[in-house]
């Protein structure tokens, strides 16, 4: 190090003047407006457990703006609500739904058209299946206080209210975000305080030392107090006031019970590695960085959660229906077995009447299955959105009031790729690793310079007997000259081989990144392109089945025209209801197809969403 110093001859009153400047360089040292912060930095506050104005806003949920929670596709019931609801959903919801069948028709004609794919797709908004009306009431409870109605949307919005899962992904972010913080405290100012006292005896082995005594017995008391602070550009100061009482048996100590202090102040400067604001505000950027990837992964949590609420309502829906389809299918049997048995003794064969037993028992053990599937749905639901409303002792049944719809969305796969860099929880994620790394990366570049440090000190010492420190504090700044010295430390490692090799490692993580980011975006290519296709897929099945069905109710209605026609050619009616029989177990199949590939549809188009990262999102609010 190279060093200079030297005594300013000056009146007193310039000490005063460089008191000044030490605490104004102080001052100027801590203000936080020279922070390279970027501007996009998170700022999230979290309000867990409530469901107020913060939390809405933590949620980035609005009443302008839903849609950046829930999904854009939720089909919103379009029928009489049911008075038994007690969850409320939220007010003047935005969402964009597909719409619903609005009439009902618990025996609809046959179709009156060729029976082909496009008559079904003009039919089909005007169809509700029979199934969708029954399921509207309760199914497992006499008793219509233990059955309460909530759609799609509600139990939604009331899993993120109380979902302790919900909860939990939501405060991670939180959590990560005090880094922020932390990374900002390394800035504050620092008040230090120090005493230490000493009371020695020690032998003498040179006489110059005491002037006499063999031994040399000293107190020692030191008091420091100041300030250290470190600025954004890797500048360090300490500004200190050191107060020493000393007293010894020297004859030579002149005068007694010294009162020492000193006023000093100290700066060292990096002017090479370690300097500069982006080097300096890096840990800043990086906990950024850091929390908008925490936001990022709770994203893609509170999607899986979504995904789970809604595959569990609608597979809650889909055994609803066929528990339905199971319990009318039964009755229709057994109206057949009816008939048989009333052609007893005529023209009747019993492995007839066997078969429709057998057709009827078959369906019984289907309804029990079902009724357990649906209680085992509805645990489900409970676990996941965790309200009150919900709990099993004031609502045994859950009735959906969300219907299914068999609409053709037409969904372009450029945007739900657009979408899905903004949202989507793996993507930006990647993004946010591979700023980190970029950072990391310029810091690694910086470690290669060599180090150079400016460093100055300057000082004024005052000195009273008789334990006066009042007199020499103000001796300090009245007597004497100010010190000054200032310096220059050089080093250089040789071969510098660490900060040569971290640069090679932050590169090839770049590299590694970017490798990871595109395989990402081509699996999200890849995902969004088969969730579109299996959507498109569905609503052909769909518009299948729903012919398949109304073919088959033709078929049925055939044969019962065909038994009751007495005055036609039938010979044998025990062979019709035969015949019937086997019509009605094909429909009750049909039936079953078209609610399972109607619920299927709907799924699809959730998995869209779900895909590009819209079924629910945290917005960030940058820092100003």
Known sequence: ???????????????????????????????????????????????????????????GFSTQEKTQVVTEHIPKNTSKQDTRATAQPPPSSDLSSASNISNTLINPSPVVANGGADDIRVLNGNWTPWWQESCSNPMLTTDPTKARAFDLEQLIWLSMEHSPRVQSILITPKIQATDIDIAKGEFDRRRIAKTNYKDTSDPVGNTLTTGGPTRLNEQFWENSIGIRDRNTLGGKTELSQLIIARDNNSLFFKPNNQADTKLSLNYTQPLLRGSGRYYNTSSIRLAGLKTRESIAEANQGLQNHAWDVISAYWELVLQRYLMEQSKQGQERLRQIKLQLQNRQGLDLVQTQLSRANAAIYNQKAQIVKFEKVILALQESLRRLVNAPQLEASSCYEIIPLTLPTTEKLIVPLQEELLSALEHRGDLVAVQERIEQAMVQKSLAVSELRKQLDFEMESYVKGLRGNNEVGEALVNQLDTGRPSLGAGITYQNPVGNRGAKANLRSRESEIRKLRFDYSDALKKAYADIQTSILNAEGTYEMTLAAIESTLSTRDEVNGHKAHFEDFMGDNPSPSNVLNDLLDAEIRLINAENAWATRQIEHMLALMKIKYESGLLMTVTVEPVN
């Open 1 to 59: 190090m190279v060093f200079f110093s030297r005594d300013w001859k000056t009146p007193g009153v310039l000490t005063a003047i460089m008191l000044s400047v030490c605490t104004g360089v102080s001052n100027a040292q801590n203000q936080t407006n020279d922070y390279a912060v970027p501007k996009e930095l998170p700022k999230f506050d979290v309000s867990i457990g409530v469901s107020s104005e913060e939390f809405e806003k933590l949620i």
